[in-house]
């Protein structure tokens, strides 16, 4: 079972960030924190990975709480292409990648 | 560089009948992962292969094996399908050492059994 909680939806106006929670209550030390998307029909899409410090690349922010047992992954300047299911994920390292049901974001034009 | 590749990109078979799927992984990766995504669900992990073997599975039965071979490339097998193997199967690839970094998935491989 996915070891994640998401929202099941999300809107964000074209040009806001977008801020997508998640919950992670139970992660272990050794365990990080993924985020990937996946545009419809297409296969999921890597964007960012973290163990404790907050990290940034040139698609998304990932803020990680001090407890680790939560994280915010941020879209600076949504645009309509960001429209996609979101998926957060605790996984160790050469783990299998478990996946929930993620946040469906809708980027409103 | 190619990413991971995977063929066929579409397939129908009828119960009962086997299929095969190919993925090539992205070029250095050593370590393959199969998923299934039936519609509207997130992706379900099959799998994972490495060094040929196969090191994790999923809860899938007997039916769904895989082989990886010496150049790291890899096959799903579906023995004796059922309606409910239509899904979309999704390869992924990454190293198995070194600092843990994302897998890449392939664009996947649409099945469907009548």
């Known amino acids: 079972d996915a070891k994640t909680t998401q929202p099941t939806s999300m809107d964000c106006a074209e040009g806001r960030a977008a801020n997508l929670p998640c919950n992670h209550s139970?992660?272990?030390?050794?365990?990080?924190v993924y985020w990937y998307r996946q545009i419809h029909s297409q296969g999921p899409q890597y964007i960012i990975h973290?163990?404790?410090n907050n990290e940034t690349n040139e698609m998304a922010s990932l803020i990680i709480t001090e407890d680790r047992k939560s994280s915010t992954l941020i879209l600076p300047h949504a645009t309509l292409r960001d429209t996609a299911v979101y998926y957060c994920?605790?996984?160790?390292?050469?783990?299998?990648?478990?996946f929930g049901k993620g946040t469906r974001l809708h980027i409103l034009p | 560089d190619a990413g991971v590749t995977q063929s066929p990109t579409h397939l129908i078979k009828t119960r009962g009948q086997q299929v095969t799927l190919r993925c090539s992984p992205k070029?250095?990766?050593?370590?393959v992962s199969w998923y299934q995504q039936a519609l509207g669900q997130g992706p379900q992990f099959i799998f994972q292969?490495?060094?040929?073997?196969?090191?994790q599975r999923g809860n899938f039965p007997d039916r769904f094996s895989g082989h990886q071979f010496p150049n790291y490339s890899s096959e799903l097998n579906v023995n004796a399908l059922l309606l409910g193997d239509s899904a979309l199967y999704l390869c992924?690839?990454?190293?198995?050492?070194?600092?843990?970094?994302?897998?890449?998935f392939g664009e996947g491989s649409r099945l469907t059994v009548l």
């Open positions: 992924a690839s990454s190293y198995r050492t070194g600092a843990p970094g994302e897998l890449f």
């Open positions: 139970t992660i272990s030390g050794n365990e990080y």
């Open positions: 973290g163990l404790k």
């Open positions: 994920i605790v996984r160790a390292r050469d783990d299998k990648i478990i």
């Open positions: 070029s250095g990766h050593d370590t």
């Open positions: 292969y490495y060094e040929e073997e196969e090191r």
